[in-house]
């Protein structure tokens, strides 16, 4: 917790104008990746127990091995020690204070000051879980494969995304606000919080060497606005080290 905190103190309002955006739509992403793969996993062990029922799958305790650890085809080893659980909380962790920093809701302009385009959560999920195809992408596969199967591969897709959107969506949406809106104590959870600042810190460089790169570039080295923004977002990357 205490590295967590050491990295985001280093986050003002002139840090955020520069690497806000892409930062909150990719803790955004994570939060649905890692929230869709839960509640997977809660349908798939619904079915399983249903199966167990009904008599048509196989006693649980056959599929064990001596370490006790379920043998399906998820990933269940011992040895990924960060479940999409705890990943999912990092992201929501970090969209909640995102959300508490009410700085970051607002820019200046031409000496007013404007609320800043936040990303819709509703419109990002459906999003998500529809899995568009871009007109690029189209493009690209309807010359590789042919107009017609081309044609074909997009009615497949746009009916598992809306399969997928329809089973998914709501509980999607339900669950990170409800994680978002959570203002426990989560320096008490029973997190690998070293692992989180090395996930964090990883995610935040790149941004950050693009913006040291590009801002004296295109707007001067001498330009003191740009030594203050330079100071304050090496400052921010040295915290990531």
Known sequence: MHTILNILRFVDRDVWTRIGGSFERSQLWLAM???????????????????????????VSEDTEGDGHYQTEEDVSPYVVISHQEKFQWACHLLRWMDDNEEFHTYKKAGQVLRRHRPDVEETVESFLRKTISEAQRKEMTQALGEKYAENWFKQADVEGSEQFERYGAELVELIAEERSSHGNDADLDWNWSAFADDLSERLQKPLERQLDAIPEKYGYTTPWVISIVAKLTLLQRACS
Not at 42 to 59: F, H
């Open 33 to 59: 990746y890692h929230g869709c793969e839960i509640l997977k996993a809660a349908d798939a062990e619904a079915q399983a127990l249903k199966d167990n029922v009904n008599g048509t799958g196989k006693d």
